[in-house]
């Protein structure tokens, strides 16, 4: 997959660790990150499979995760926003719903400075990529 990115192995493991980008096929300018674990050697595996049982000397087994599930401040899906979704909000409020985000869900501070917004996208997505990393005890392979 074109948004997959090799981030290291786990350290004491056979294991790396893949970062795969996924955009929000219904609504451009939304995506998040999914962290893939995989045997040296072997594809990285994408939904629509449940992560294997963790095999001896792993804390994880191989297979797909979201990045939320490393995020201790986050308790559902984190997708990160780009541009407002007039659209979803238009919808929610002509079914009298009230259009709100989840807390968990990034968005700027304001969206009138495009080039701020992407800004403090990378840099949320860099803290929250490396804290993830981290916590696997992932390296970059010598030379990488």
Known sequence: MAS???AGKVTGSEQRVYLCFQHNQKVPGEFT???ILAHDGEEPRYWGVHPDEVRPGETLGDGPRRISQFLPHVR???WWHLKRDE???EFCRS???EFK???DYW???SYDDEQE?????VLDVTRDVQSTLEQLGARKAAGA
């Open 4 to 6: 997959t990115f090799d």
């Open 33 to 35: 990150v999914n962290v």
């Open 76 to 78: 559902h899906d984190k």
């Open 87 to 89: 659209h979803y909000a």
């Open 95 to 97: 079914l009298g719903h």
């Open 101 to 103: 985000l989840p807390n």
């Open 107 to 109: 968005r700027p501070a």
């Open 117 to 121: 917004v992407i800004r403090t996208a």
